[in-house]
């Protein structure tokens, strides 16, 4: 199976940072990764498909790049409402993994 | 609105079985995969597993842990999809979200997850 690791797991940031979070894949995944943002006791939502596509009506200080095995998703300026969990997903073959997850906390 | 809502959750004693169900709406249910993740109590995200729509056949996949206790099936007269679970265990307390399968890019993607439904494994 293929294993996502992201890091940092846990990062502290302030209002307009720039931030960024990196997920390496144990193989290469082309560009079939997703990234999802989670805020606690809710659902996970869809910010970027395809390493780099933004899902519609997602704000876009959000972006992502990368392929094959290192990928980033980055903040371009944080706001109060992007406190939260990230995490990537790959879709490159079954079974699809998750990595671990980066909370981003209040500096 | 696109949703999904999941239904079905509670406690359950291990080794018993307990049935999720999730209601779509806001979409032509039969055109696409579903996807079931879980997340266990202050702990990341577990891919459960996908069912395919009828264009391909409804074929199935799981993850390791629960292949052969765990079955995805759908119902899309009723726009509905379930996870039937067996032989549960400890290991198995999490909140399940089911999510809406979309085409895009060579893949599928999922978006969006319903709010989730706690299943409890416990004595």
């Known amino acids: 199976d293929i294993q996502l690791t992201q890091s940092p797991s846990f990062l502290s940031a302030s209002v307009g940072d720039r931030v960024t979070i990196t997920c390496r894949a144990s193989q290469g995944i082309s560009s079939y990764l997703a990234w999802y943002q989670q805020k606690p006791g809710k659902a996970p939502k869809l910010l970027i498909y395809a390493a780099s596509t933004l899902q519609s009506g997602v704000p876009s200080r959000f972006s992502g790049s990368g392929s094959g095995t290192e990928f980033t998703l980055t903040v371009s300026s944080l706001q109060p409402e992007d406190f939260a969990t990230y995490y990537c997903q790959h879709l490159n073959s079954y079974p699809f993994t998750f990595g671990g997850g980066t909370k981003v906390g209040i500096k | 609105e696109v949703q999904v809502v999941e239904s079905g959750g509670g406690l359950v004693q291990p080794g018993g079985s307990l049935r999720l169900s999730c209601a779509a709406s806001?979409?032509?249910?039969?055109?696409?995969?579903m996807d079931w993740v879980r997340q266990a109590p202050g702990r990341g995200l577990e891919w459960v597993g996908r069912?395919?729509?009828?264009?391909?056949?409804?074929?199935?996949e799981y993850a390791a842990s629960v292949k052969g206790r765990f079955t995805i099936s759908r119902d899309d007269s009723k726009n509905s999809l379930y996870l039937q679970m067996n032989s549960l265990t400890t290991e198995d307390t999490a909140v399940y979200y089911c999510?809406?399968?979309?085409?895009?890019?060579?893949?599928?993607?999922?978006?969006?997850w319903g709010q989730g439904t706690l299943v409890t494994v416990s004595s």
């Open positions: 806001g979409f032509t249910f039969s055109d696409h995969y």
């Open positions: 999510g809406r399968g979309v085409s895009v890019s060579g893949r599928t993607w999922v978006d969006p």
């Open positions: 069912i395919r729509n009828k264009a391909k056949s409804y074929a199935t």
